[in-house]
């Protein structure tokens, strides 16, 4: 059975889910996400939310670093985690120079049924010997990935930085879309790491301000990932922007399990009264990391959109079950859209 659709239901006050001819609410207890603060960026900030969307969209068709003006590509190594072929369409890395900013985009899955393949393999591991929250658990793909990339983006960031000639006051992003969003945030805290001492680690100082903006990213952590106190003083931005719907934020294996498991026996039951069916969905046992921002459209003006802001683990009580929702192609329009629409509307005409 085809998920085909997941949309906010204002009247009934909960999320669809459409399968076929059926429709079928989820969990009854979702959070309303109109009642969340507007998320608000300034215009430096929304240049670089675009730029990573871009580029995380970009990474998903470029196959060599021929095919890249003024970039690097780190082609694919042989990790065995579970399936080569999984783990290789995570591991494709562009570093990319953009007049004042360095982009490192993370390509993620080429379908949403390989991020879940990934997702619904999940086991945990400890990284206290890469990022500074020792006491958390990470998904085990996810983390190990990261791990074994870290090295060669220091090696290849570092060459940048010493045999190109750029200015001194440049900032540093990580992005991805969807697994490669996942992975960018474990690099990015690892990065930002002060107990540690690595070849990534030691290059943070020649950057004025490092970022981590992915879309789509799946739970990756048994605690929310966030950025320490004192980079945030600093002006530093860890963002995981998410479609409102998109199961692929929400993938992980009790979440996803159950909706197939739920969807199933409410079809064969086939009851009448589609009004008071409810997927009786599981708590998701990871969580996503960063500032999650969720983007959606404004209740009652259906070509307008919004983003707002959710907090730690709060996407462990919003039901997601869309497909369509996950493209990274839909993220890029969607945050051009936001950009705009936030930078024209903070532009003053004069009066004549």
């Not at 959070?31 to 929304?46: C, G, H, I, Y």
């Not at 579970?82 to 007049?99: A, H, M, R």
């Not at 060669?152 to 750029?166: I, N, R, S």
Request: aromatic residues 10%; charged residues 20%.
């Amino acid at each position: 059975m085809q998920i085909q659709d997941c949309i906010y239901d204002t009247k009934f006050n909960k999320y669809l889910l459409t399968c076929g001819q059926t429709s079928i609410a989820l969990d009854k207890k979702s959070m309303n996400l109109q009642t969340r603060k507007t998320f608000v960026a300034d215009e430096e900030a929304w240049y670089l939310i675009w730029r990573a969307a871009v580029d995380a969209l970009s990474v998903y068709t470029t196959r060599s670093a021929h095919h890249i003006k003024g970039g690097l590509f780190i082609k694919p190594t042989n990790i065995q985690v579970w399936n080569p072929k999984i783990c290789k369409t995570l591991e494709s890395v562009q570093n990319k120079q953009d007049g004042r900013v360095i982009i490192i985009a993370i390509r993620g899955s080429d379908r949403i049924l390989k991020d879940w393949t990934v997702n619904l393999m999940s086991s945990f591991k400890a990284p206290a010997d890469f990022i500074d929250d020792g006491s958390n658990a990470c998904h085990y793909g996810f983390l190990t990935i990261a791990q074994r990339m870290a090295p060669e983006v220091g090696k290849l960031l570092g060459k940048m930085l010493k045999d190109e000639a750029l200015p001194k006051d440049l900032s540093l992003v990580y992005t991805g879309h969807s697994a490669g969003g996942a992975v960018a945030s474990i690099l990015y805290l690892h990065m930002l790491s002060t107990r540690l001492k690595t070849e990534l680690t030691s290059l943070r100082s020649a950057f004025r301000k490092i970022h981590c903006i992915t879309f789509g990213a799946p739970p990756l952590s048994s605690r929310p990932l966030c950025l320490p106190l004192a980079y945030s003083r600093l002006g530093y931005r860890f963002l995981s922007f998410v479609n409102e719907g998109d199961i692929g934020a929400r993938a992980d294996l009790l979440y996803v399990s159950s909706i197939f498991k739920s969807i199933i026996l409410y079809t064969l039951k086939r009851p009448s009264d589609t009004a008071n069916k409810y997927l009786p969905l599981a708590t998701s046992s990871l969580a996503n990391g960063g500032q999650i921002v969720v983007i959606r459209e404004v209740q009652n003006e259906p070509h307008k959109i919004e983003a707002r802001l959710l907090y730690g683990g709060d996407l462990k009580y919003v039901s997601f079950g869309s497909i369509s929702m996950h493209r990274m192609e839909l993220y890029q329009k969607r945050v051009w859209k936001l950009a705009f629409d936030a930078i024209m509307s903070s532009i003053t005409l004069p009066i004549e």
